[in-house]
């Protein structure tokens, strides 16, 4: 028998004031699973860095795209998925060197040092049509 997974997906502009509605769908998934204070704070940090940067630095918070939201889960793991719909072709690799060269100060990168310490599954995936983050936590 295959796994049963819970599945949301939701999708808004592309305006900061939305981080929130994401927040808000986490925090019910959190009380269907009953995820630990300290759990819950490590992914509602990664959600937050990742839609702010898929609003910001995805879409330029251009009104007229979306971000993408897809929430996944059963009892042993929550994954989530964070999708712009940017048309240029982002370079990873270079926003991993910023980090490993400790430009810490700089305007991109740190989200994703955050979402990879915290998470437990990290994936950036850049296709036509847009940029997705793809992040998961093992659930005790």
């Known amino acids: 028998m295959a796994k049963k997974e819970n599945r949301i997906a939701i999708a808004f502009k592309s305006d900061l ?6 927040i808000l769908v986490l925090g019910f998934i959190r009380k269907l699973l009953d995820i630990a204070d300290e759990v819950f704070f490590k992914i509602e940090i990664s959600l937050r860095e ?3 940067n898929a609003i910001v630095h995805g879409n330029g918070r251009d009104l007229s795209k ?3 939201m897809e929430f996944v889960w059963d009892k042993s793991f929550l994954r989530i998925h964070v999708r712009d719909e ?7 690799q270079e926003v991993e060197d910023k980090i490993q060269g ?25 296709r036509p049509g847009g940029s997705e983050v793809v992040m998961e936590k093992k659930l005790p």
Do not use: W
């Open 102 to 126: 400790c430009h810490l100060l700089s305007f991109n990168g740190r989200g994703i040092m955050i979402i990879r310490s915290y998470m437990d599954r990290f994936e950036f995936h850049c």
């Open 66 to 68: 979306l971000v993408h």
């Open 50 to 52: 990742a839609t702010n």
């Open 17 to 22: 004031k939305y981080t929130e509605l994401s």
């Open 86 to 92: 940017n048309n240029r072709q982002v370079d990873l």
